[in-house]
T-cell receptor, first 115, second 115 residues
Framework: SAVISQKPSRDICQRGTSLTIQCQVD?????MFWYRQQPGQSLTLIAT?????????ESGFVIDKFPISRPNLTFSTLTVSNMSPEDSSIYLC????????????FGPGTRLTVT | AQSVTQLDSQVPVFEEAPVELRCNYS??????LFWYVQYPNQGLQLLLK??????LVKGINGFEAEFNKSQTSFHLRKPSVHIRDTAEYFC?????????????FGGGTRLMVKP
């Protein structure tokens, strides 16, 4: 399975600022996904990012708030813009396994606290 | 649209006892089913999956799950749990069609293994 790393692992940010989260994969993958896990909650898909095209956002998430870049087949970034305490969550990226495309593998997550 | 229900938010159990974590899903098409585990302060790890074929699937760490199409269930079981199994467990479903790659997660079940 793919090995996925995220930076930063955690951060504490002030209201109104923005944070960019990086996701790096050790192999080339077509599809990358960004999820949010609010405290004590399950995972919710924010968007799907394919290399060379605009990210596809799920209902309730918009590009202005969560801009995503996907410059190549091993890297993606998610920015959380104009943060408020409600954005305090764990943000996880995941990828589909190239050999077993039905399966998704997850990074360790970025724990964000907004004060 | 698919949905997943994990009937128990918390399951306390003594070490070496058997455990079953329940998962029911709803979908208008056939599905792929997954169980993920999240240890404290970590990302998600794939435990096992059902794609097709035998309805009893075995995963890592001694876990297994059985797909029951008539009851739309995919319960996770382990005959004898260890303290290290204490974690959050998520059931997830993905529709078996070409409409997309979206994973829908249940609310999670916190397994608490007591000595």
């Amino acid at each position: 399975s793919a090995v996925i790393s995220q930076k930063p692992s955690r951060d504490i940010c002030q209201r109104g600022t923005s944070l960019t989260i990086q996701c790096q994969v050790d192999s080339q993958v077509t599809m990358m996904f960004w999820y949010r896990q609010q405290p004590g909650q399950s995972l919710t898909l924010i968007a799907t990012a394919n290399q060379g095209s605009e990210a596809t956002y799920e209902s309730g998430f918009v590009i202005d708030k969560f801009p995503i870049s996907r410059p190549n087949l091993t890297f993606s970034t998610l920015t959380v813009s104009n943060m408020s305490p409600e954005d305090s969550s764990i943000y996880l990226c995941s990828v589909e396994d190239g050999d077993r495309p039905v399966e998704q593998y997850f990074g360790p997550g970025t724990r964000l606290t907004v004060t | 649209a698919q949905s997943v229900t994990q009937l128990d938010s918390q399951v306390p159990v003594f070490e070496e006892a058997p455990v079953e974590l329940r998962c029911n899903y709803s979908s208008s098409v056939s599905v792929y089913l997954f169980w993920y585990v999240q240890y404290p302060n970590q990302g998600l790890q794939l435990l096992l999956k059902y794609l097709s074929g035998s309805t009893l699937v075995k995963g890592i760490n001694g876990f297994e799950a059985e797909f029951n199409k008539s009851q739309t269930s995919f319960h996770l079981r382990k005959p004898s749990v260890h303290i290290r199994d204490t974690a959050e467990y998520f059931c997830a479903v993905r529709e078996n069609n070409n409409a997309g790659n979206m994973l829908t997660f249940g609310g999670g079940t916190r397994l608490m293994v007591k000595p």
